[in-house]
């Protein structure tokens, strides 16, 4: 099925089948190297940060524990979801990756992994995790796992990623997906409770991602994406997100009032916060006094943003908890 990089040439004790020597301790790391070429397709860094926005929504949907079997079967069928429309992207996007110093070792670009086994290796994920959820938890929420993959692979890799600088911002949407997977996979519906957590990730994805654009724009140039750092300068990337961050934070509280939560979700929304929103100023900041390149800063926001949604998203699973009651 694939084709394997000369570095993963075997080596080792042989045994001859069918006229020819095959090294077996090689050929065993050589499968094992495929493996992970595959694994690497589905970028499992993303997929785990999207179940950090799942399972912490179920705890608040179920107001309680949910069930072990139910946590377990969503968050397997969203891994599903992710790794699709992951594997998906890597294949449609694959010129771009081999024009980007950061993505130039991808196996679609090194030749580890042909297109066409990428494809099907994509599709079939995207079909399990629809057969997956919708007959392990429910249609619903197998629907919903259908669409962000779609949202992700059409809306966002075909349609907009190179067509507009707002790629991100609406191409979005994908990412805050998981939010109404976990909210169903508990009630088999969706509330506003859900719609808000939804718009959470939905503003914090300009903040969290451009940053990243920022610094690694001349990768995204070199590749022809239009990011926004790409086309604008770092003043007017760094206004728009201090107005992102700070519509983030003040939609996370508008869950106290509607969900509604307790003391350990309100103190994590405000504190968590307003670090968030004191990093974005400082990029901004430093902007302003024409600082460019790693001293602008940009990563240490990039990887803030991701404690930032990681500690809010925890707020939401614990503070339900603190309401159940001691005997049942």
Request: hydrophobic fraction near 55%; include cysteine; charged fraction near 15%.
């Amino acid at each position: 099925m694939t084709t394997l990089d000369p570095r993963h040439a075997p080596d080792g004790p042989a045994d001859v089948r069918d006229g020819g020597a095959v090294p077996l301790q090689g050929a065993a790391r050589g499968r094992r190297q495929v493996l992970r070429d595959y694994v690497a397709l589905t970028k499992p860094r993303i997929i785990e940060l999207l179940l950090v926005t799942t399972f912490p929504v179920m705890f608040l949907a179920e107001r309680g524990i949910p069930p072990v079997w139910l946590i377990a079967a969503t968050l397997v069928g969203g891994t599903l979801a992710a790794a699709s429309a992951n594997v998906l992207n890597c294949f449609l996007d694959r010129d771009i990756d081999a024009q980007m110093h950061r993505t130039s070792n991808r196996p679609l670009v090194t030749g580890v992994i042909s297109p066409r086994n990428a494809v099907i290796f994509g599709v079939v994920l995207g079909v399990a995790s629809v057969l997956w959820l919708g007959l392990l938890v429910n249609w619903f929420s197998a629907w919903l796992g259908l669409g962000a993959i779609a949202l992700y692979v059409v809306f966002y890799t075909l349609i907009l990623k190179r067509r507009t600088s707002q790629n991100i911002v609406w191409g979005g949407v994908a990412g805050c997906m998981p939010v109404l997977i976990g909210w169903s996979a508990v009630t088999d519906s969706l509330s506003w409770s859900a719609v808000i957590l939804f718009l959470v990730v939905f503003f914090w994805t300009p903040p969290h991602y451009w940053p990243l654009s920022m610094r690694f724009r001349d990768d995204y140039a070199a590749a022809g994406v239009p990011m926004l750092p790409v086309v604008a300068e770092d003043v007017a990337v760094g206004r728009q997100i201090v107005i992102y961050a700070w519509v983030t934070v003040a939609t996370s509280l508008a869950l106290v009032p509607v969900a509604p939560m307790g003391w350990v979700y309100t103190v994590v929304a405000v504190v968590a916060g307003v670090l968030f929103v004191v990093e974005a100023h400082r990029l901004h900041g430093r902007a302003r006094r024409g600082v460019s390149g790693p001293a602008l800063g940009a990563m240490r926001l990039f990887h803030y943003s991701i404690s930032y949604l990681t500690l809010l998203f925890l707020g939401v699973a614990v503070d339900p908890l603190l309401h159940l009651p001691l005997v049942r």
